[in-house]
């Protein structure tokens, strides 16, 4: 079993940046894709990217593209998600999950969340 801690969540205005972190526990961690999730108040959860076991093919969501970017330390069983150019609309709690083929399903083990705030 895989345990999943996020990190790096907080207030920030908008426009501003912030890294996220996800830690795991367990073996095997470059065997795992990665994924970053998001949900808003009153909203479904919602597919933010994906990164490889090896880091070098990534996917995102249309509306993160040239603003967030997902990368991985499989020495140190993280994973990261850089925010830039925070808006309201991307305040959310967000989740990492593991899955074990690249893609935006099939997510297995999941993170407790970290909630992002943005103020405008």
């Known amino acids: 079993q895989v345990q999943l801690v996020e990190s790096g969540g907080g207030l920030v205005q908008a426009g501003g940046s912030l890294r996220l972190s996800c830690a795991a526990s367990?073996?095997?961690?470059?065997?795992?894709?990665m994924g970053w999730f998001r949900q808003a108040p009153g909203k479904g959860r919602e597919f933010v990217a994906a990164?490889?076991?090896?880091?070098?093919?990534?996917d995102y969501a249309d509306s993160m593209k040239g603003r967030f970017t997902i990368s991985r330390d499989n020495a140190k069983n993280t994973v990261y998600l850089q925010m830039d150019g925070l808006n309201p609309e991307d305040a959310a709690v967000y989740y990492c999950a593991t899955a074990p083929l690249m893609g935006r399903h099939y997510y297995i083990y999941w993170g407790q969340g970290t909630q992002v705030t943005v103020s405008s």
């Open positions: 990164i490889n076991g090896k880091g070098d093919s990534t």
């Open positions: 367990g073996r095997h961690f470059s065997n795992y894709v």
